[in-house]
């Protein structure tokens, strides 16, 4: 079967957060179960770029509004991510070095997907699924079945994955020239209370519908910005898979970004190097819990809760942990976290900004990791530490739900809570440190989380069914 993935991220060619992984990984892992997948994205100016060799494919030209393109499509030469990758270079405005945050998103996404569909509709001969992620890609499905110029690749299955229902990719219907000519009478399914809703198109025009986890997909019929009732109306084709993590890219045993190499069997030295080293790097008590955050500084991920939870956990527990941030994203978040480390010198530390090698770092190095999200279609960052030995301390949501257990349940390795609340999180530290202070019950539990499989192969043939069907 021939699959081509259509997204705005894939690792290693620019990431900002977890689509970028899952978008770099399954297609590898749907190539081993012997089909033939690959991936198409914005050629951004990221080193990635620089770095490799390419060859052009295609060229092609389109009008969109007042604008006309010149587009290029080229592929990479030499298979180094594992599948072939195209990515779509339209002067002007791809070839930016940031992924997303200009006021030309809009624009700059449509004419993406537009170029996508053009040149599918060039190709001599078609694959089997066209494989669309998140609202950047969403629009495709209707595109391909109802704009005049590219109806002949109406017969070809498209499937959407949604990996976060929070961002839909609002336009007015000022803008509906960005579309190219469709048939009026389809208005209906661009549209979403009064404005075209990329997310809702995709949704409706996709013959089938996956979110990253089955918790999710049962949340987003009580909780989806406003699509709640298109979820429960389109429930027939929707479907909750969940995500794998690529264990090649994420391995202590071969990490090169960390500082000593372990496993299940020899962990227990050698993650505790890791964790000196950086504790050393951000003066912190390395015999002391570290209890780690990395992520987008986002409401979604109750990081505004965060500031308040660590200064409430180390006043009430005397400073008996430490803490260590990661992440980007609200810039008032962003100040609160940075303004923290002068009260609490040696018990918390933060670094502000995207950095894929401290991550490895900080899976590697940490005892805990922290995730008190409020939405979690997926996650994989839990899934992460938990190949690292690190505890996941979860909110009961989402993929999180689907992935983590608590400790103080029968076969359980995590510790979880219901609420995204300060005193729910200070509890969970709370306990975090008891469960520390057992030394033998935590190397165990370590031991165990280790050993959990959750890497792509179940999850790659579960979409592979899913498109057979
Ligand atoms: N500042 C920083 N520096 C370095 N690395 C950073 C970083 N901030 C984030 N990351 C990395 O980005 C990824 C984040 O992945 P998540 O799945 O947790 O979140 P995200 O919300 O982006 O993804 C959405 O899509 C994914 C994939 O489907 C779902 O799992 C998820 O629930 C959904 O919200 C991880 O690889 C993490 O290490």
Same mark, same amino acid.
């Given at each position: 079967?021939?699959?081509?993935?259509?997204?705005? %991220?894939c690792?290693?060619?620019?990431?900002?957060?977890?689509?970028?992984?899952?978008?770099?990984?399954l297609?590898?892992?749907?190539?081993?179960l012997g089909?033939?997948?690959?991936?198409?994205?914005?050629? @951004?100016?990221?080193?990635?770029?620089?770095?490799?060799?390419?060859?052009?494919?295609?060229?092609?030209?389109?009008?969109?509004?007042?604008y006309?393109?010149d587009y290029?499509?080229?592929?990479?030469?030499?298979n180094v991510?594992?599948?072939d990758?195209?990515?779509v270079?339209?002067?002007?405005?791809?070839?930016?070095?940031?992924?997303?945050?200009?006021?030309?998103?809009?624009?700059?996404?449509?004419?993406?997907q537009?170029?996508?569909?053009?040149?599918?509709?060039?190709?001599?001969?078609?694959?089997?699924i066209?494989?669309?992620?998140?609202?950047q890609?969403?629009?495709i499905?209707?595109?391909?079945?109802?704009?005049?110029?590219?109806?002949?690749?109406s017969?070809?299955?498209?499937?959407?994955?949604?990996?976060n229902?929070e961002?839909?990719?609002?336009?007015g219907w000022?803008?509906?020239? &960005?579309?190219?000519h469709?048939?009026?009478w389809?208005?209906?399914?661009?549209?979403w209370e009064?404005?075209?809703?990329?997310?809702?198109?995709g949704?409706?025009?996709?013959?089938?519908?996956?979110t990253?986890?089955?918790?999710?997909?049962?949340?987003?019929?009580h =909780?989806a910005n406003?699509l709640?009732?298109?979820?429960?109306?389109?429930?027939?084709?929707? &479907?909750g898979i969940l995500n794998?993590?690529?264990?090649?890219?994420w391995n202590p045993?071969?990490?090169?970004?960390i500082?000593?190499?372990?496993?299940?069997e020899?962990?227990?030295?050698?993650k505790?190097?890791?964790?000196?080293?950086?504790?050393?790097?951000?003066n912190?008590?390395?015999?002391?819990?570290?209890?780690?955050?990395?992520?987008?500084?986002v409401g979604?991920k109750?990081a505004d809760?965060?500031?308040?939870?660590?200064?409430?956990?180390?006043?009430?527990? %005397?400073?008996?942990?430490?803490?260590?941030?990661?992440? =980007?994203?609200?810039h008032?978040? %962003?100040l609160?976290?940075q303004?923290?480390?002068g009260?609490?010198?040696?018990?918390y530390n933060s670094q502000?900004?995207?950095? %894929?090698k401290?991550s490895?770092?900080?899976?590697?190095?940490?005892d805990f990791?922290?995730?008190?999200?409020?939405?979690?279609?997926?996650?994989?960052?839990?899934m992460y530490?938990m190949?690292?030995?690190?505890?996941?301390?979860?909110?009961?949501?989402?993929?999180?739900?689907?992935?983590?257990?608590?400790?103080?349940g029968?076969?359980?390795?995590?510790?979880c809570?219901?609420?995204?609340?300060?005193?729910?999180?200070s509890y969970?530290?709370?306990?975090?440190?008891?469960? @520390?202070?057992?030394?033998?019950r935590?190397?165990?539990i370590?031991?165990?989380?280790?050993?959990?499989?959750? =890497?792509?192969e179940? =999850?790659?043939?579960?979409?592979?069914?899913?498109?057979?069907s």
């Open positions: 079967m021939e699959i081509i993935h259509v997204s705005a %991220e690792y290693p060619v620019a990431k900002a957060g977890g689509l970028g992984d899952v978008v770099g990984a297609p590898k892992y749907q190539n081993n089909h033939i997948a690959k991936v198409v994205m914005p050629m @951004y100016r990221t080193r990635f770029l620089f770095e490799n060799n390419f060859e052009v494919v295609h060229k092609g030209a389109f009008g969109l509004a007042n006309w393109f290029t499509i080229i592929k990479e030469a030499n991510t594992g599948f990758l195209y990515l270079d339209i002067y002007g405005i791809l070839d930016r070095e940031k992924i997303y945050g200009y006021d030309d998103d809009s624009l700059r996404f449509t004419a993406f537009v170029a996508v569909v053009d040149w599918l509709s060039k190709w001599n001969h078609h694959p089997d066209v494989h669309v992620h998140d609202h890609a969403a629009l499905p209707f595109m391909m079945q109802h704009c005049y110029a590219y109806r002949h690749l017969h070809i299955k498209t499937i959407l994955t949604i990996h229902a961002y839909q990719g609002w336009l000022d803008k509906s020239n &960005y579309i190219p469709w048939d009026p389809k208005s209906g399914l661009l549209e009064n404005t075209i809703n990329p997310l809702a198109s949704i409706k025009c996709a013959a089938k519908v996956s990253v986890s089955p918790g999710y997909l049962e949340e987003l019929r =909780s406003g709640e009732k298109l979820f429960e109306y389109e429930r027939g084709k929707c &479907y794998g993590i690529d264990t090649d890219v045993g071969t990490d090169v970004y500082a000593e190499n372990f496993n299940a020899n962990f227990k030295k050698k505790f190097a890791n964790k000196k080293v950086l504790c050393d790097q951000f912190l008590d390395e015999d002391k819990p570290l209890i780690v955050f990395i992520g987008r500084l979604e109750a809760l965060l500031p308040s939870a660590i200064s409430d956990s180390i006043y009430h527990m %005397e400073g008996k942990m430490n803490f260590l941030i990661l992440g =980007s994203g609200e008032w978040i %962003e609160q976290l303004n923290l480390r009260h609490f010198l040696g018990y502000i900004g995207y950095n %894929e401290l490895h770092q900080m899976y590697a190095g940490a990791l922290l995730m008190p999200s409020r939405v979690e279609p997926c996650g994989l960052n839990q530490a190949r690292y030995g690190t505890i996941p301390i979860v909110r009961n949501t989402g993929g999180l739900k689907d992935t983590v257990k608590d400790f103080g029968e076969g359980g390795y995590g510790i809570f219901d609420n995204a609340t300060v005193w729910d999180i969970s530290v709370h306990r975090a440190i008891q469960l @520390y202070e057992q030394q033998e935590i190397d165990e370590r031991k165990q989380i280790m050993e959990i499989d959750n =890497s792509w179940r =999850s790659a043939q579960i979409y592979i069914n899913l498109y057979n």
